[in-house]
């Protein structure tokens, strides 16, 4: 559908920028790295850090001194990545519309609105799984030089997996914020904020233990990198809450813009 | 004594053109219209000399004093209704008014009163949820309300009813009679033809003609039509009859010269309907938009 | 300056300024709500971070510090509310002028009988009004939940104080910064992917450079140059890391006032 190709060169360009950054991140990650590679003195350290520590900064029970243990680290910041880009899409590629006056146009084409939203969504999505697969890319290239096991392929691939869910959760809600909101101009500031205090609360949810309950309100808990890697399976219960979610944004941004009045 | 005065002004856009060597004057009291087709450079012009946008070579004066480097100081006596009206969100009409009005040294309030209620604006309404040519309305009444000696016009009425549109222009005669000077962009020749005693008209860039609209009308050709029975054209080829068509048992032609000519051949027929014209700017100018 | 102009951007501000300070305030209050169960296992950190090699120590902002000191602590997490400050500061500083430019009321404001330098002038000081509003919040909250949650251990206050003063200049290089950027971008469609990108790569920039081009990328990001670890141990300012933050916001504003001075404003299309 020409929306959806629209859409998917217009977004181009950011999705280059993003790959970017990504492709930075995971080379500078990975530059960290080669300090602790088989560093026998760290695996001592590690040992001995209080689990307080460890949640802050997202490192409990890993080696750091193995590729795979490294990038189960690096999983969180990922996480960030790739969901700050997921959620600026999903709002921004609806919003857009009526911020750049286009509604005038694209919205009195022969298409009933929920076409519309699908083919954006779809196009949003594919620009998702290109930065993922970027993501992935540039992890398997870089871990090359550090000759690493069976294990971490299949463990990056869990965590691809993850990070995709993650990416439509906040996608999902991308969409129904940019759907829903009337003050469509603040749709992707409150998405971004949305995410950043989820962040936030998965931060602290691991700080304390009255305040794990936390966890279930944000999704960068929902996919522990340490049980990932250890018992290479994700918690399906938790991949149910993610596509609840994901279900309950979609309904209600088709819901929402089917009604919704717009205005130039 | 000059209020407008355009010397060579040039402005390019990196490499597009703007306008090109525009040199124009307008004299205090008058309305003085400028017309052209979309993108000749109006808008340009009026931004210049707004200093909106700065020339890439050429001046513009105003009152005496350089439109740029006396800038501020002009604009208190200077009203602008841009084509497009935009404000800022969630602000409601009396807000705006009442901020544009903080700007002028002037005590505004009677006059933003008095142009409120001509206009019937709803003043506690956010501008945002204003129709179109409501928000034209809260661009005049903004663009007056400091009682300006130059107003600057772009394309005012487009928006606005039939009923607003003649309340707006009896409301700029009004203003003319009180001795502003008017600039009036537009190419709704019809309006410019009601209102100006001037004309400018640009295209692509370049001024092509300055001149007073009654002299060019009067320079011009009359428009006739005759309907009559069984009518022949030819009865009608006379010296200074160009365009003479004949269409639905109506004759049709331009006459330049001694009117009485025509006459007489008219006089001479039996006639149903005579219909004798001036031509609309629109007939005179359009050949200026091809 | 015009106070009309100051009046009216500064209303426009006021709950972007009100929804940071809040969010600011309750993230120093969970975080040092938390330094309780932290302290409980300071004699243990202390071992472990003496162990460590200094590469890990700087990679988590950790050089020289001890967390189990209520400063040693709440410098540590200052990092996060520094992250916040930064990303509002460049908000305010990308959008400053181009939101005429966005909502196209350029045409109204710049056709009124005030200056360019005017109008600047007074969007940036009720831009830094702004700021000061939630600064001030910071500051109240920072040393009243210090003061709260500390127990009965003991701080000096000097260092304390050095650290949330630092935060005027710290919003100002974003606000100066994301400002001059956004005159010399064509067009700004949306600040948020420039503030942030702003904000975060500065953050980015501070942990990673020593990686990197080593001291160079260091000397860039205010983060490095108001470093909480450094103030809080040193109890003084890095100054000549400071000094470059100050002539980066001086450059900017003269730029900014230069490049908006001469500015061609677009006419609505």
């Known amino acids: 559908m020409n929306i959806f190709v629209r859409e998917l060169k217009a977004n181009l360009k950011s999705l280059l920028i993003w790959g970017v950054i990504v492709i930075l991140f995971v080379t500078i990650g990975i530059s960290k790295f080669s300090a602790y590679y088989n560093n026998p003195e760290m695996l001592a350290i590690l040992d001995d850090m209080p689990p307080a520590m460890l949640a802050a900064f997202n490192m409990q029970a890993f080696n750091l001194t193995t590729v795979s243990g490294f990038f189960g680290v690096m999983f969180t910041y990922y996480a960030l990545i790739v969901s700050i880009a997921a959620a600026m899409w999903g709002s921004d590629i609806i919003s857009k519309e009526e911020r750049d006056k286009t509604v005038e146009f694209s919205l009195t084409l022969p298409v009933t609105r929920s076409r519309l939203v699908t083919a954006k969504t779809l196009a949003a999505l594919v620009n998702c799984i290109g930065l993922l697969l970027i993501t992935w890319g540039a992890s398997l290239v870089s871990a090359q030089s550090y000759q690493p096991d069976a294990g971490f392929y299949s463990f990056l691939a869990l965590c691809m997996l993850a990070l995709f869910i993650m990416q439509l959760i906040f996608l999902a809600v991308g969409i129904f914020l940019g759907c829903a909101m009337k003050q469509y101009k603040r749709a992707s500031s409150v998405a971004v904020s949305l995410l950043l205090g989820t962040y936030f609360l998965s931060v602290v949810s691991g700080l304390n233990k009255n305040l794990e309950f936390l966890k279930y309100f944000s999704p960068f808990k929902y996919f522990d990198a340490g049980v990932l890697l250890r018992e290479s399976k994700i918690d399906i219960a938790f991949v149910g809450l993610s596509l609840a979610i994901i279900l309950v944004s979609m309904v209600g941004a088709y819901l929402t813009y089917a009604k919704r009045d717009l205005y130039i | 004594m000059s209020v407008i005065e355009v010397n060579h002004l040039t402005k390019y856009y990196g490499k597009a053109r703007g306008i090109i060597d525009v040199s124009f004057h307008v004299d205090e009291g008058e309305i003085f219209g400028f017309i052209g087709p979309n993108g000749a450079g109006k808008s340009t012009t009026i931004r210049l000399l707004l200093s909106l946008i700065y020339p890439t070579s050429g001046s513009g004066t105003i009152f005496g004093k350089d439109c740029i480097k006396y800038g501020p100081e002009l604009r208190q006596e200077i009203g602008y209704l841009p084509s497009e009206v935009f404000y800022y969100e969630r602000m409601k009409v009396i807000d705006l008014l009442r901020y544009s009005a903080s700007f002028y040294d002037k005590d505004c309030t009677q006059r933003l009163q008095e142009l409120a209620e001509l206009m019937e604006l709803e003043l506690h309404r956010r501008i945002e949820d204003l129709s179109y ?158 | 300056m015009s106070m009309n102009i100051f009046k009216q951007e ?185 503030s942030m990108a702003l904000g975060f790569g500065m953050y980015v920039l501070s942990v990673f450079g020593d990686m990197l081009g080593e001291s160079i990328l260091e000397k860039i990001t205010p983060f490095k140059h108001f470093d909480p670890n450094y103030i809080i141990q040193h109890g003084a300012y890095d100054l000549p890391l400071v000094l470059i933050s100050a002539s980066v916001i001086v450059i900017s504003l003269v730029g900014s006032y230069l490049l908006y001075t001469r500015r061609d404003i677009p006419a609505v299309v």
């Open chain 2, 133 to 290: 040519g409501n928000k034209k309305k809260v661009g005049i009444v903004q663009g007056l309300l400091h009682q300006p000696k130059l107003l600057f016009l772009d394309e005012p009425t487009a928006g606005l009813d039939p009923l607003m549109q003649r309340k707006f222009f009896q409301l700029i005669r009004e203003e003319n009679q009180r001795g502003v000077t008017v600039f009036f962009s537009s190419h709704i020749l019809g309006e410019v033809q009601r209102l100006c005693n001037r004309v400018g008209i640009i295209k692509e860039g370049r001024i092509i003609e300055i001149a007073d609209i009654r002299t060019l009308q009067q320079n011009n050709y009359k428009k006739v039509r005759v309907a009559a029975d069984d009518l022949d054209a030819a009865y009608f080829d006379l010296p200074g009859v160009t365009n003479l068509e004949r269409h639905d048992g109506t004759v049709r032609f331009f006459y330049k010269g001694d009117i009485n000519a025509v006459m007489h051949k008219i006089g001479e027929i039996t006639v149903s309907d005579v219909t004798i014209e001036e031509p609309t700017l629109e007939e005179i100018f359009m050949h200026y938009y091809e």
């Open chain 3, 10 to 194: 500064f209303k426009m501000n006021l709950r972007s300024v009100i929804t940071w300070s809040v969010a600011v305030a309750v993230l120093i209050l969970v975080f040092v709500s938390l330094f309780s169960s932290f302290a409980q296992d300071a004699e243990l950190l202390n071992e472990m971070m003496a162990k460590f090699p200094e590469q890990l120590l700087t990679a988590f902002g950790l050089n020289g510090v001890n967390l189990a000191t209520v400063l040693g602590y709440f410098g540590f997490v200052f990092l996060f509310a520094q992250i916040c400050l930064a990303i509002q500061a460049a908000n305010y500083g990308f959008s400053l002028v181009s939101i005429e430019e966005r909502e196209w009321t350029a045409d109204f404001l710049l056709a009124k009988p005030v200056g360019r330098i005017q109008i600047l002038t007074s969007k940036l000081l009720a831009a830094l009004s702004g700021l000061t509003i939630t600064n001030i919040v910071v500051w109240i909250s920072s040393f009243g939940f210090i003061n709260l949650f500390r127990g009965d251990r003991t701080y000096e206050a000097k260092p304390l104080l050095l650290l949330l003063l630092s935060i005027v200049v710290f919003q100002l290089f974003f606000l100066s910064v994301g400002l001059v950027v956004s005159l010399l971008v064509k067009r700004i469609r949306n600040v948020t992917p420039y």
